[in-house]
Structures are given as C-alpha cells and as structure tokens.
C-alpha cells in the first residue's frame, strides 16, 4: 500500500531532551516536508526537501533539524526540544517538487513537551 | 508570499443542509488550489484541486469548488451534508512558480447532527 508512515505516533518528553521523529515513504517521491499543526494557526511548513541531500526551510523552521540522506526518508530532529514545540506534526510527500503535484499526508504525530 | 483566508471557523449544520466554506488568497499570480479534510483523529486527505481549465471542480464525496480568480476565491461547497463529513476543511493553496510549498488557511471546522 502506498502510504507515508511516521514514528513515533504520540510522544510524550521533557524540555532540552533531543528527539527523532522519523518519516517514510514507498511512493518513490521525490519532494517531502514537514508541517506543524497548531489550533487556530493551520498548518504551517517546517523544513521541505526536493530531493536526496536537498534541503530547505520553511516558514517556522526554528528549533528544528532534517536530513535527507535517502529518498523515502526525511526524519525531523528536535534538538533541544522547548514547550512551544508542542504540536501536531504531519510529514508529507509529492511526486516531484514541481509546484501543484498533490502532497500526500503520513498520519500525524502528536509531541508533548514538558 | 502567498496567504490563505478562510471564515467562520466553527460551523455547525444539521444533515441534508448545504454547506459552503470561503477561501480567499491573497497571491496575484497564478495559482494551484486545493481543499483538504482531515476527520477526527486521522490525517489530511485531498478533496480536489485547481489548477487550470473549467473552474468549477468537482471532488470526492460529493464535494465540488469554484474558482474565481476576480475574486481570489476558491469556495468549497456540498449540496446536503452527512454526518459522516464531520471534519475540518482546510484550503490551501502554492503558486506554479514556487518549490510546491503549500500555504494552508486555518481550517473550518464543520460538525453535521445526525
């Protein structure tokens, strides 16, 4: 089945303690990002990726990392995570980084940060 | 940079109304469109989408959209609802020019009674 995953689902951590969220796709999609989902805002882009080793930021990449080393993958790094990173995250991808091709959502992961 | 409109936040309508949901965006150029849904603890799903040709689209489960580039409106509608299109909406659009960044509106969120 085509489909992004993410992991964790739900993450649940303490201030300053650096995490991993991982993102994976089997469509062979070349363009993958992450968004944050915050109530009343939307969705807002963290950091976006063309293709392997591609990289960029979006509109609030601040306190935040990724890295595309391989096509299917494009993890989000928390360094030293901080209370208003609290949120819901979807990473997405698209069969190319030509505009206006959909992008298709991986299910969401909910972080905590206490 | 492109932004998103969307009003009325909060809708509440019982099955077999008709619903319409406004999205204004404020880029001057061409433009790609799109509505998304995201049901209760699940992730975003295409609707449909605009990018060119007769503008009048139509989606899945019934949903249709109007462009009007006088207006810069994409307006989602649905002749009578169910209570199975409980859900969020949110419009977003990217310009064909850009990196396929999609900038989201903030999301209607719509609850039908049975």
């Known amino acids: 089945e085509a489909q992004v995953t993410q992991n964790p689902r739900y993450l649940i951590t303490v201030t300053g303690k650096k995490l991993t969220v991982t993102c994976s796709q089997n469509m062979n999609h070349e363009y993958m990002s992450w968004y944050r989902q915050d109530p009343g805002l939307g969705l807002r882009q963290i950091y976006y990726?063309?293709?392997?080793?591609?990289?960029d930021k979006g509109d609030v990449p601040e306190g935040y990392k990724v890295s595309r080393k391989e096509k299917r993958n494009f993890p989000l790094i928390l360094e030293s995570p901080s209370p208003n990173q609290t949120s819901l995250y979807f990473c997405a991808s698209s069969p190319s980084a030509k505009p206006g091709h959909e992008q298709f959502f991986g299910p969401g992961t909910r972080l905590t940060v206490l | 940079a492109q932004s998103v409109s969307q009003h009325n936040h909060h809708v509440i309508l019982s099955e077999a109304a008709s619903l319409e949901l406004g999205c204004n965006y404020s880029y001057g150029g061409t433009v790609n469109l799109f509505w998304y849904v995201q049901y209760p603890g699940q992730h975003l799903q295409l609707l449909l989408k605009y990018f060119s040709g007769d503008p009048l689209v139509k989606g899945i489960k019934g949903f249709e959209a109007e462009f009007i580039k006088s207006k810069f409106s994409f307006n989602l509608r649905k002749p009578s609802v169910q209570w199975s299109d409980t859900a969020e909406y949110f419009c977003a659009v990217t310009s064909p020019y850009g990196n396929n960044r999609l900038a989201f509106g903030k999301g209607n969120q719509v609850v039908v009674i049975p």
């Open positions: 990726s063309m293709n392997v080793e591609v990289t």
